[in-house]
């Protein structure tokens, strides 16, 4: 005997799961397509509840045009420890531009994304302190086909 039934990952699973299944397919297209061009590190979390940027890349961030101000401002508004992380990817886009990247996700004929009033507020921030933002904006196709586009907010 056989049984199967449909389990929506959305809004019967973990919240997050489909954000991670999103950025588990991002990260093999990052490596094909982007490496070159980009130099992300990720904003990663401990637990359900602890989100963690690893600062022991301070070195890397000032060594790559990020200034204390900047990484001040990771730490305050990207990173925060108050829930998850404003944007999935700090880093820079070559040569020495320093960026934000978001990994956003969708199924079907869906088109849009939203920011969070959060996102919103550290746009602004970001691209005052000089910041490019870069969402890469996946959308789940038939037969298992990703369509990314990588779009410049």
Same mark, same amino acid.
């Given at each position: 005997? @056989?049984?199967?039934? $449909?389990?929506?990952?959305?809004?019967?699973?973990?919240?997050?799961?489909?954000?991670?299944? /999103?950025? $588990?397919?991002?990260? @093999?297209?990052?490596?094909?397509?982007? /490496?070159?061009?980009?130099?992300?590190? %990720? /904003?990663?979390?401990?637990?359900?509840?602890?989100?963690?940027?690893?600062?022991?890349?301070?070195?890397?961030?000032?060594?790559?045009?990020?200034?204390?101000?900047?990484?001040?401002?990771?730490? /305050?508004?990207?990173?925060?420890?108050?829930?998850?992380? @404003?944007?999935?990817?700090?880093?820079?886009?070559?040569?020495?531009?320093?960026?934000?990247?978001?990994?956003? %996700?969708?199924?079907? %004929?869906?088109?849009?994304?939203?920011? @969070?009033?959060?996102?919103?507020?550290?746009?602004?921030?970001?691209?005052?302190?000089?910041?490019?933002?870069?969402?890469?904006?996946?959308?789940?196709?038939?037969?298992?086909?990703?369509?990314?586009?990588?779009?410049?907010?």
């Amino acid at each position: 005997m @056989s049984e199967a039934f $449909i389990f929506n990952i959305v809004k019967e699973g973990d919240r997050h799961l489909k954000g991670r299944i /999103a950025d $588990i397919i991002f990260q @093999s297209i990052y490596r094909l397509k982007y /490496a070159n061009r980009f130099k992300l590190l %990720s /904003a990663t979390w401990r637990n359900d509840h602890e989100f963690e940027f690893v600062m022991r890349h301070h070195e890397f961030l000032l060594g790559n045009s990020f200034s204390e101000e900047d990484i001040e401002f990771l730490r /305050a508004q990207v990173v925060h420890g108050r829930g998850p992380p @404003s944007f999935d990817y700090v880093g820079f886009e070559m040569p020495k531009r320093k960026i934000l990247l978001d990994v956003k %996700s969708t199924t079907g %004929s869906c088109k849009t994304f939203v920011f @969070s009033p959060n996102q919103r507020k550290v746009i602004t921030m970001a691209k005052a302190l000089g910041f490019g933002v870069y969402i890469a904006y996946l959308r789940f196709l038939e037969n298992w086909n990703v369509e990314i586009r990588l779009i410049e907010v």
